[in-house]
């Protein structure tokens, strides 16, 4: 399965996924990294590891999200892709791109989905007392950070936590839990049955990529 990666910046889910990928025994491979802006720190990261990279800047298509969306499918069909991870991709997809590619992108986001949909999650969290946060890879659908949801990890919220070290061990779980993922969808043991994600019997239990003390 060919995987391309949208980012808009850092990039270091990218390069989780990158090294799952590097892996022989891994069913997909990172054959192309897009982002919206040519200023992304992760295309950089990505030219360096020899994996395609391409920005296509939103700003020139002058708010026509479908007229850039359709440059980048354009791509996308080009490099014969067939899964999109979205990795930081910091904008909405238009319903045009998301039917397009119905069950063929997935994201992670950085809640324990459906709660904390959106931005400022760990701030969010921390606000309202939550014992439990953590982070969701979840197929996409029209609406933000929603979708069957495929594997989460979850991390215990401490006392002394303020965003920045929640943020930080949220995003540890990330980089083990978006490999993962991956890896189900494009083995074939997650699959979208009635807008829910069934696991078939092989798959690795989600309880495998959470660890109870939420360490790494
Ligand atoms: C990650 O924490 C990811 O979950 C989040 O942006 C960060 C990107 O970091 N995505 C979202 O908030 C999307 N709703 P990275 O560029 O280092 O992977």
Known sequence: MRVAAFISGRGSNMLALSDACADPGFPASLALVLSNSAEAQGLALARERGIAAEAVPHRPFAG??????????????????????????????????VERWRNRIINIHPSLLPAFKGLNTHARALETGARWHGCSVHFVRVAMDEGPIIAQAIVPVAAHDDPASLGARVLAQEHRLYPHALGLVASGAAQVEGERVILRDHALPPAAINPPDGRK
């Open 64 to 97: 026509d999200r479908e007229a850039h969306e359709r440059a980048i499918d354009a791509i996308l069909t080009r490099e014969r892709i067939d899964l999109v991870c979205l990795a930081g991709y910091m904008r909405l997809l238009t319903p045009w791109f």
